[in-house]
């Protein structure tokens, strides 16, 4: 723990990370596909890490009101038709990874859940995508975002990636870690074809 927190300190302190903690290698569970680009702070435990995003823009659309599945099945139907050419350009766009949901507990009366579903923009179209042609897709800016994030593997569903999150919100609570849990993230790496070296994640951003 106390290299950890020596990383964690340098890179609030520097803007940067010691070079040692840094990684450029294209992640194993990304396929081949692009995926955005992060450099390894450190390792807290086995499964969990402290990663620094670069910026990069993804393709959103939000839902409300709807459980987890539903939400991911309705919207990347609508991220789908984007990348098959629901765009100004009509064009084909290369599918990506991962398919990334934030999470957003509801507040108030009713309580529901707010899902953000995102695909990330393929790197050749980063500074130019193709705008949607459907009021319900978005292009979706993200700045440079330190995340803690935890990996597991397997299918998953809402329920596993509640308790992920909240066993992620434990571990940085114990090692006196800052964190903004108003919301969270889960990011899906594998199609519903693929049986074995499934990769799941959920990301709750660093402060």
Known sequence: MAGALC???????LG???EQCLTRT???FCHDLDCPHY???TNIEDDVELRAYDAGTWVSTNLTGMDYDEAIRTGFMRLYSYISGA?????RIEMTAPVRVEMTPG???FCEDHFRVSFYVPNALQDDPPLPLSKDVFMD???ATSYYVISYG????????LDKAADLAQLLDDAGLSYDFTSFFHAGYDSPFRLFNRHNEVWIKAL
């Open 7 to 13: 990383a964690i300190l340098t890179l609030l302190a």
């Open 16 to 18: 940067k990370a010691p």
């Open 26 to 28: 294209a992640p194993w």
């Open 39 to 41: 450099e390894l702070v």
């Open 87 to 91: 765009n100004q350009e009509r064009r």
């Open 107 to 109: 507040a108030g009366p």
């Open 141 to 143: 800016p993200s700045p």
């Open 154 to 161: 397997g299918r998953t569903n809402e329920k596993e990636i």
